[in-house]
Every structure is written in C-alpha cells, then in structure tokens.
C-alpha cells in the first residue's frame, strides 16, 4: 500500500488535470504535517517540471509508446522524487510507484514501469528545446518575450519553478498569508479613514483585509455567495453579484478596486496547472470580461474619486488591453511587476479617475 501522502499527490494530480487547482485540493487532503508537506512537495514539483519529466519518460521510456493517464502520472512522480529531490530514497519511489499503479487498476503495466524507472538516474540533461528547459509552453515563452524581451522572459519561467515565497502580513483581521506582489496593489488607492470603498472582486478576501487597516467604509463584492462566506469574519458588508452588470448601490464610492478574475500568469509559481491549461484562446474572454467589470465600476466611481484595476496576469489583452478600452477615465500611473525580476507574484495595476466635468 503505497504511503498517504504520494497516495494524496497522486490522486491530487490526477484532479488537476481534469481543471482542478492543486492548493485547493491539498488543504482539503487530511493529511498530518508530515505528510502534508511531502504531498505538496511531489505535487507542485511534478506541476512545475512536467515538459522535463515528460521529456526524460520518453527518453528512458520509448517515445512511441502511449501511456495511460494513471501510468504516465505514476511515472511523472517517481521521476521527479528521483532526480529533483534529494531526501526520498529511489527505492521508495520505484516500489510506490508500482504500488500506485497497481492501486489504480493498471497492474498489467506495473511491471513496465519498474523497468522504466531502473533506468533513471542524476546524470545531467542537455534539454533539447527552450520550453523543456523552462518547462513552460513556447507560446507563453514567445509571448512574453515579443512584450518584455528575451532576458525577462527566461527569468518569469525560471521563476515559475522555484517555490515561491511566503509572505504574512499583520491587518485588523489577524495575520494573513498574501504575496508581496498583491500587498503592493492597496496602496495605489490612497485610502483614507472614512472614504467609501468598493472591492468588487474580493475574494479571497486579503486585499479586503489589508484595506481594513486604512479604516475606510467597505463594501466586499464578489459573483458567488460561497466565496464570499469566509469573509464574514471580516466584519465588513458583503453583497453577491455579478459586477459585469449594473451595480445595486444608490450612492457612489470614493475608491473602488477591481481585482478581476484574470488568467493568472502572474502567479505560475504558486498555481502551476494555469500553464499547462490555459490556451491562446482563452484571452479574449477574460478580456471581454474584465472590460465590463471595469465599465460598471466606474459608473459606480464619486467625482473626484479614484480607481485601481489590478490583476495577476502578464499579458497585455488582459491588462494594458482592457485600460485602453475605456472612454470615460484617464490613467494616472501604472505598475507591473515581473516575476524573476520583482519579488513576489506577477502583477499589473492601473491607478484612473473620471474624465470630464465629473472631476473639475
């Protein structure tokens, strides 16, 4: 019987490709610290190096020969314990690798990938392609290097597979695990005690958090009622509702921060599944998206007030893309952080007023 927690991995992997998200599904794992710790360990490794794992199975596999998802998941793991990790003894690996595909109803291939993984060893590898050196797709590696240059684009994948920091941060609600990349997005909103503020996309509810210190008025929004049930600690009102359509308040807000849902390519060192499912053909519909959270948001904005939309995504549709839409407001300052190149997650935020008569 294989060990708790590559039992976990294991199962937990497989639900990512099926478009789960690995830290959702690690904190609902049950497991003790221990193997908890292992568990995350073998996931996110396997998530952030897969093209190389992928590129040594076929080498010590055979590039001809089609693999079960279960065999190819089995294998992914012991590979990376093997090669990338330098406590787990190989014979643990191979023995519990066998035993999960076993457990997963392929024991006719049981013995096919214990030969496969005698064959692993830690002699270094000449990758043969940049996005199996980097382990990121090459259109994603194309993309970022057109918008930011070679240099800057080698150093947001190299960032991508590197365990990133942990970041906590002291606000009325207690401390609080948020990035130092989402801690610099608060600020831009010059927050003031008594102001009226509007966070329309709030969950998971740390920049909420983080706002509380400024002792503003809140109004915490976000489309579905169960992710906002876990910030009713907060003490601050929550509405549900989906902000792409008339917002409900009779009165405007002097701040409002839009922190739209986005592709998340900011953030592939802590969720590393995005680059493995999102396609070029995703973009246009978080842009169509994002724009109207944007247009409603400043209907909703006070004369003289100020808006920050924000996301976690390098790319331009998502960010620069969407600012250049509106008519009625002006951009008074953007930031963009880089993974490889500033601390923390990747993010963009763009500070805008009203136009017109609404500001003079």
Same mark, same amino acid.
């Given at each position: 019987?294989?060990?708790?927690?590559?039992?976990?991995?294991?199962?937990?992997?497989?639900?990512?490709?099926?478009?789960?998200?690995?830290?959702?599904?690690?904190?609902?794992?049950?497991?003790?610290?221990?193997?908890?710790?292992?568990?995350?360990?073998?996931?996110?490794?396997?998530?952030?190096?897969?093209?190389?794992?992928?590129?040594?199975?076929?080498?010590?596999?055979?590039?001809?020969?089609?693999?079960?998802?279960?065999?190819?998941?089995?294998?992914?793991?012991?590979?990376?314990?093997?090669?990338?990790?330098?406590?787990?003894?190989?014979?643990?690996?191979?023995?519990?690798?066998?035993?999960?595909?076993?457990?997963?109803?392929?024991?006719?291939?049981?013995?096919?990938?214990?030969?496969?993984?005698?064959?692993?060893?830690?002699?270094?590898?000449?990758?043969?392609?940049?996005?199996?050196?980097?382990?990121?797709?090459?259109?994603?590696?194309?993309?970022?290097?057109?918008?930011?240059?070679?240099?800057?684009?080698?150093?947001?994948?190299?960032?991508?597979?590197?365990?990133?920091?942990?970041?906590?941060?002291?606000? +009325?609600?207690?401390?609080?695990?948020?990035?130092?990349?989402?801690?610099?997005?608060? +600020?831009?909103?010059?927050?003031?005690?008594?102001?009226?503020?509007?966070?329309?996309?709030?969950?998971?509810?740390?920049?909420?958090?983080?706002?509380?210190?400024?002792?503003?008025?809140?109004?915490?929004?976000?489309?579905?009622?169960?992710?906002?049930?876990?910030?009713?600690?907060?003490?601050?009102?929550?509405?549900?509702?989906?902000?792409?359509?008339?917002?409900?308040?009779?009165?405007?807000?002097?701040?409002?921060?839009?922190?739209?849902?986005?592709?998340?390519?900011?953030?592939?060192?802590?969720?590393?599944?995005?680059?493995?499912?999102?396609?070029?053909?995703?973009?246009?519909?978080?842009?169509?998206?994002?724009?109207?959270?944007?247009?409603?948001?400043?209907?909703?904005?006070?004369?003289?007030?100020?808006?920050?939309?924000?996301?976690?995504?390098?790319?331009?549709?998502?960010?620069?893309?969407?600012?250049?839409?509106?008519?009625?407001?002006?951009?008074?300052?953007?930031?963009?952080?880089?993974?490889?190149?500033? +601390?923390?997650?990747?993010?963009?935020?763009?500070?805008?007023?009203?136009?017109?008569?609404?500001?003079?």
């Amino acid at each position: 019987m294989p060990a708790p927690a590559r039992r976990a991995a294991f199962d937990i992997l497989l639900k990512t490709e099926s478009g789960g998200y690995a830290s959702d599904l690690l904190r609902a794992a049950a497991l003790d610290s221990r193997d908890a710790g292992l568990a995350s360990q073998i996931v996110f490794g396997v998530l952030r190096f897969r093209a190389q794992l992928d590129f040594l199975m076929d080498q010590y596999a055979g590039r001809s020969r089609k693999l079960d998802p279960e065999v190819r998941m089995a294998l992914r793991m012991a590979i990376y314990q093997m090669r990338y990790l330098e406590r787990v003894p190989a014979r643990a690996a191979v023995a519990e690798s066998v035993e999960l595909v076993k457990r997963a109803r392929k024991a006719s291939a049981a013995g096919f990938v214990n030969a496969v993984l005698r064959k692993v060893d830690r002699v270094p590898v000449a990758w043969p392609r940049r996005e199996v050196e980097f382990s990121c797709p090459e259109w994603l590696l194309a993309r970022w290097e057109r918008h930011y240059g070679g240099e800057a684009a080698a150093g947001i994948a190299r960032a991508a597979l590197a365990e990133p920091e942990e970041y906590m941060r002291l606000t +009325p609600a207690g401390p609080r695990i948020q990035d130092i990349g989402s801690q610099s997005i608060v +600020p831009l909103l010059r927050l003031e005690p008594g102001l009226g503020f509007l966070d329309l996309c709030a969950a998971p509810g740390n920049k909420t958090a983080q706002a509380m210190e400024s002792g503003v008025r809140i109004v915490a929004c976000d489309r579905y009622l169960n992710r906002l049930g876990p910030m009713r600690s907060l003490g601050v009102d929550l509405v549900a509702l989906d902000g792409t359509r008339p917002l409900p308040f009779r009165s405007k807000f002097d701040r409002i921060l839009v922190d739209a849902p986005c592709s998340g390519t900011g953030t592939l060192g802590r969720n590393p599944e995005i680059k493995w499912r999102l396609s070029p053909e995703d973009l246009p519909g978080f842009q169509r998206r994002q724009s109207e959270l944007l247009a409603r948001a400043l209907e909703a904005l006070a004369p003289g007030g100020r808006l920050v939309y924000s996301t976690c995504s390098l790319e331009a549709e998502e960010n620069e893309g969407v600012v250049s839409s509106i008519l009625s407001g002006v951009v008074k300052e953007t930031i963009l952080r880089l993974p490889g190149r500033d +601390p923390g997650d990747g993010f963009f935020a763009a500070v805008i007023e009203l136009r017109g008569p609404a500001n003079g």
